[in-house]
């Protein structure tokens, strides 16, 4: 598992906070809902979603210790969290217990094989008619930096590309298999996005939060190396009009338990 540092993330959220707005449009938000966010992070999201339903509760969920204590900093008292990975969550969530279930920017992070039994664990924890919203990697996310990322990681002994984007059509036949429905307001998709960044955002985003995917599976003694010759070569992921904006693709799920 990769390594965070929940200081350093949340600083760096700022790509994912653009589209807040965006990843709430259709969801059917009540202000009584009982609500789980499968990966919370730094909580900053976590605690805005808690402000959406004021006499309801949002339980959060992140395997890292550094992410749970940020998210606790900012928690509203209509919250609280649990220490556990997604693939676990059974382990902590009553059947039927959720309203609803909202997930950012974690489901890549999940081995690809293991993604079935996440959508199961995700509809086990739903009540009837309660839905789950999600936004991850999907396929052909980040095309710029993957590559040169891999040419890098490959010198100090590192894997390649070693996030599960995966496409619309696999998670359309997970999300149907785990007893979930995908009702005319709601979509299983990819969607591409041009996410805005300067330089120094751009080294921020892959110190906190990218380059560590490779270190995951690469020698503690060539780390240190291979930050250093990845952030080296930053000024290649610029684009032609000079910005250094990344183009990312959303695997986007909005679907409900009958």
Known sequence: MAEW????????TGHHRTYDAWFLQGVPLRATDRLLDVGCGSGDFTADVAGLVPDGHVVGI???????????????????????????????????????VISRAVLHWVPGAEHAGVWRSIARALRAGGWVRVD?????????????????????GGPASPWSFEDAGATLERVEAAGLVVPEW???????????????????????????AYEARMPASSHAAFRAAALDRVDELRRADGSYDQTFVRLDVLALRP
């Open 186 to 212: 709601g979509w299983v998709r990819t969607v591409a996005q041009r996410r805005k960044f300067d330089r120094d955002t751009l080294i921020g985003w892959l110190q906190s939060q990218t380059l560590n």
């Open 5 to 12: 540092a929940g200081a350093d993330y949340a600083a760096n």
């Open 136 to 156: 991850a990697g999907g396929a052909g996310n980040i095309p710029r930096v993957r590559p040169l990322l891999d040419e890098v990681a490959a010198e100090f």
């Open 62 to 100: 992140d395997a890292q210790p550094s992410m749970i204590l940020e998210a606790r900093k900012r928690a509203r008292p209509n919250q609280s969290f649990a220490e556990i990975t997604a693939q676990r969550l059974a382990e902590v969530t009553e059947p039927e217990s959720f309203d609803g």
